[in-house]
Structure formats: structure tokens, C-alpha cells
């Protein structure tokens, strides 16, 4: 059945270096490719979205990138601060009524 | 615009008993979902509706029961519940216009303990 798979499940870096979080998925009907942030505690919320017909989006210190050839997408953060520690989950969907979460990265901005 | 609210926050239970947990949007979403987060698991789909009267099962509808009778409205129960559904429930909605994929909003959550 559909699939996204996320890596890594944890990541470390320090205040002001980037992170990187993969995911791949298996559908490739998929066509929409949100990312949310979900702060401890807190409701997971959308923080940039792509979708099938741009390779590429970029909002201030957040990127997303697509490759559709490798069913492949990832979210870039740079000049990363301790506000940004939080899981991220990546999705697809494919237009119809269900979206596919990955499992969730959790990260830590060490100060 | 309250977004997505559901009642209540927080509960407590005992195994057997029963509850319902409310979910609300005022937002005139056609589609609405609920999951249950675990640690470790992600969000895992648990019943969804594309409009009012429909439901459908989602990854793991066992122990549940939903009802959409009203579009604003969708409601979660647990009929008897089971340690095993302690968890943080998330309901979300999206639009749901046709041919258009969009995004889910989330409600705050609501976090299940059965003992």
C-alpha cells in the first residue's frame, strides 16, 4: 500500500548549522507534498508544502525539494536556531481523500 | 475563525468505559479526519469523512465508532475502552474541493489515558 518513509528519525545539530530530513514515497500519484512542525505538546502545523509541478520552494530559512523521477522529497532548514527544535513530519497525497504521514523526525537545535 | 477546536483536552478513563470526543471546524470543510498519535508511530488515520452522513474506516478503526451529522461536526467514540487506546488524539479538517489537493488543519489535540 502507499507509503512515506522519513529518515533520519533523530537529528543533532548545532544553533546555526542546516538540517536535512528525507523522505520517499511509494504512490506516484502522490502530487502534494506538505511538511509540518509540531512543537512539544503542541498541534503539528503545515510550514511549507510543494507540489508535483515544481522541483523546487524556498520560504525565508526553510527549502523543500522534489525529485518525482526518485519519488524522493526533502525539507532543508538553514541557520538553524533552538526554536526550530521540534518533530517534523513530511506527507503526500495523491488528490484523493487520505494523506500519507512519515513517522516524524525529532530535532534538536543545540544552543 | 476558531479553526479546528476539539473538546475535551484532556481525560481520564477506565477500561470498559465509554466517551466521545467532539471535534468542531468552522472553516466549511468538506472533508474532516481523526488520528491517534503514539510516541514513536507518527499519525495513524483512524475514521474519516468527505461530508456530512459519510464515514469511512481509516489504518486502524478497531474500538472506534464516528459520526458526521452535521459538516461542522465530527465525533469520536470509544464504546469500551482498552489500555491500548491511550494515546493523543488529533482531529483535522481540509477543504476538499474537487481535483484540488490541500492542506490538513489540525485541532489541539486531545490526550487519552485508559487505565
Known amino acids: 500500500g502507499e507509503n512515506v518513509e522519513q529518515h533520519p528519525s533523530t537529528l543533532s545539530v548545532q544553533e546555526g548549522d542546516s538540517a536535512v530530513i528525507k523522505c520517499t514515497y511509494s504512490d506516484s500519484a502522490s502530487n502534494y507534498f506538505p511538511w509540518y512542525k509540531q512543537e512539544l505538546g503542541k498541534r503539528p502545523q503545515l510550514i511549507i508544502d510543494i507540489r508535483s509541478n515544481v522541483g523546487e520552494k524556498k520560504d525565508q530559512r526553510i527549502a523543500v525539494t522534489l525529485n518525482k523521477t526518485a519519488k524522493h522529497f526533502s525539507l532543508h532548514i538553514t541557520e538553524t536556531q533552538p526554536e526550530d527544535s521540534a518533530v517534523y513530519f513530511c506527507a503526500a497525497s495523491t488528490g484523493g481523500f487520505k494523506t500519507i504521514f512519515g513517522a516524524g523526525t525529532r530535532l534538536f537545535v543545540k544552543a | ?115
Open chain 2, 1 to 115: 475563525n476558531a479553526g479546528v477546536t476539539q473538546t475535551p483536552k484532556f481525560r481520564v478513563l477506565k477500561t470498559g468505559q465509554s466517551m466521545t470526543l467532539l471535534c468542531a471546524q468552522d472553516m466549511n470543510h468538506e472533508y474532516m479526519y481523526w488520528y491517534r498519535q503514539d510516541p514513536g508511530m507518527g499519525l495513524r488515520l483512524i475514521h474519516y469523512s468527505v461530508g456530512e452522513g459519510t464515514t469511512a474506516k481509516g489504518e486502524v478503526p478497531d474500538g472506534y465508532n464516528v459520526s458526521r451529522l452535521k459538516k461542522q461536526n465530527f465525533l469520536l467514540g470509544l464504546e469500551s475502552a482498552a489500555p491500548s487506546q491511550t494515546s493523543v488524539y488529533f482531529c483535522a479538517s481540509r477543504l476538499g474541493l474537487a481535483g484540488i489537493t490541500d492542506t490538513q488543519y489540525f485541532g489541539p489535540g486531545t490526550r487519552l489515558t485508559v487505565l
